[in-house]
C-alpha cells in the first residue's frame, strides 16, 4: 500500500490543482478538505470572512477529508496562503489529528507572498514530525517542476 497522504483545502481551485499533481507524481490517497459553511467566492466577502475567523483562531467543522491518518506515514498537507497562514479548514486538520513520527511536507499556492508563515504555523502544529522543506507556487507550474521538488526533497515516488 502506497502510506502517502495528500491533505488540501482549496477555494478557487489552484491549491486543488497543485495537489493533483503531487498526488498523480507520488501515486498517494488525495482527500479535500470541506467546511460546513464555505467561503464566499467573492473575494472581499471572502476576505472579511477570513480575516474574522484567523483573528479569533476559528476552526470550522470539517465535513469532508478529515480522514484517519494513522495509516499514512508522509502526509503532503497545502493550503491557499491566506493573510500569511493556512485556511482556517487545514488548522482544524491540524489541531485534530496527532502527527508524531509523520513525515509533513507542506505546500501552497499564493498571490505573491509564497510560503510566508505557513511553514512555521504548520510546523508549530507538528511538533514532533520530520518536516520536509515544501513547495509554494504562484500561478501555473509545470510537472517537471513538481517532480524536481519531488526528487530533492528524496521522495521516491510510485507511478502505477
Ligand atoms: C481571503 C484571501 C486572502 C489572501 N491572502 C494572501 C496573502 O496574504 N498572500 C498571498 O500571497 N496571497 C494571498 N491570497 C491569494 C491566494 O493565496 C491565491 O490566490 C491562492 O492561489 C488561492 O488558492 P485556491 O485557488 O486554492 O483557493 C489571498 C486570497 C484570499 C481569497
Request: with cysteine; aromatic share 12%.
Amino acid at each position: 500500500m502506497n502510506n502517502t497522504l495528500i491533505i488540501y483545502y482549496s477555494l478557487f481551485q489552484n491549491t486543488k490543482n497543485l495537489a493533483i499533481e503531487i498526488a498523480t507524481q507520488t501515486g498517494g490517497t488525495i482527500r479535500e478538505l470541506i467546511p460546513d459553511v464555505n467561503y464566499s467566492f467573492d473575494y472581499n466577502t471572502a476576505s472579511k470572512e477570513v480575516r474574522n475567523q484567523i483573528s479569533r483562531g476559528f476552526c470550522p467543522k470539517l465535513i469532508s477529508g478529515n480522514v484517519s491518518i494513522k495509516d499514512f506515514d508522509t502526509i503532503f498537507i497545502g493550503s491557499p496562503n491566506w493573510f500569511k497562514t493556512v485556511a482556517p479548514p487545514v488548522m482544524s486538520f491540524l489541531k485534530h489529528h496527532d502527527f508524531t513520527g509523520k513525515t509533513i511536507i507542506p505546500f501552497c499556492t499564493h498571490g505573491g507572498g509564497g510560503f510566508s508563515n505557513i511553514e512555521n504555523d504548520i510546523a508549530k502544529e507538528c511538533t514532533k514530525s520530520n518536516l520536509l522543506p515544501g513547495i509554494a507556487v504562484n500561478g501555473l507550474v509545470t510537472s517537471e517542476e513538481i517532480s524536481n521538488w519531488l526528487m530533492t526533497i528524496k521522495w521516491r515516488f510510485k507511478k502505477e
